[in-house]
């Protein structure tokens, strides 16, 4: 998955503000990339706009030979569906349906016989099995994220996106979460771009990209808690 120069501006005349000004960025199979940087710099507009969520005001965003920006908007919602996975800050499960048939849900709505061993082998890696028949509201944060996770998976997403994953949970299941996705990325190659004020959980990607004012200004690979601080400490002072 690429982005080469991102531009985006929201509205029009006086009141136009421009959220992302020409970003370029490559996320290769199997890395987990986490994006950060001050409130307001663009973060969750390029989650967006990579993950054909919103429009771009020019620049490409590729998923293998295919330009996002180029497809209608049906063919756009059909490659969400079927190559593409979201994680949401806010669970974003079905109050009315089980854990399971949240988990489900995407594929059965993408009409894709869900894999009954792959459903099995997520359910147990994220501990969700003795939890199957509740609903969300019988479930805490962390094991309603967990669901969400499990459901964005089901379909072997090409790119899994999260946005601020780990905002409503307390640290220690926000742990298990980013635990999970760093499993996911080592075990089966899954692919994460992620969206994050918490230098903990940027730790445990590959790479962090940080953002400021709409561009790209850093990037740390391997990136500790603490190179992380000083990253951003670097960036406001
Ligand atoms: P971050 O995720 O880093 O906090 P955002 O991507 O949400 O930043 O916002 C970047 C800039 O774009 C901000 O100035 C914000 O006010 C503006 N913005 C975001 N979404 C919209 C929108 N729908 N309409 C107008 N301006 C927006």
Not at 37 to 56: E, R
Not at 136 to 159: D, H, I, K, M, N
Not at 179 to 205: E, K, N, S
Request: charged fraction near 25%; glycine fraction near 10%; hydrophobic fraction near 45%.
């Amino acid at each position: 998955m690429a982005a080469a120069g991102v531009v985006k501006t929201y509205g029009a005349g006086d009141g136009a503000v421009t959220a992302l000004r020409g970003v370029s960025a490559a996320f290769t199979r199997g890395r987990f990339t986490a994006i950060m940087g001050p409130s307001g710099s663009g973060k969750s507009t390029f989650l967006h706009c990579l993950a054909g969520l919103d429009t771009v005001t020019s620049g490409t965003v590729a998923l293998g030979e295919v330009d996002l920006t180029a497809l209608s908007r049906t063919r756009l919602t059909e490659l969400r569906r079927e190559r593409l996975g979201f994680v949401f800050q806010s669970f974003n499960l079905l109050p009315m349906l089980t854990a399971e048939e949240n988990i489900r849900l995407t594929g059965r709505l993408g009409n894709r016989r869900a894999d009954r061993a792959w459903f099995d082998t997520i359910v147990d890696a994220l501990g969700l099995r003795e939890r199957l028949s509740h609903r969300p509201s019988e479930l805490s944060g962390g094991q309603q994220q967990r669901v969400a996770v499990a459901r964005a998976l089901l379909t072997r997403p090409e790119v899994l996106f999260a946005d601020e994953p780990t905002g409503n949970l307390d640290s220690r299941s926000g742990a298990e979460v980013l635990g999970f996705l760093r499993r996911a990325v080592d075990a089966y190659r899954q692919t994460v771009i992620m969206v994050t004020h918490d230098p903990g959980a940027a730790a445990h990607a590959d790479r962090v990209l940080f953002l400021a004012d709409g561009t790209i200004v850093d990037e740390l690979t391997a990136p500790t808690i603490d190179a992380v601080h000083a990253r951003m400490r670097r960036m406001e002072g």
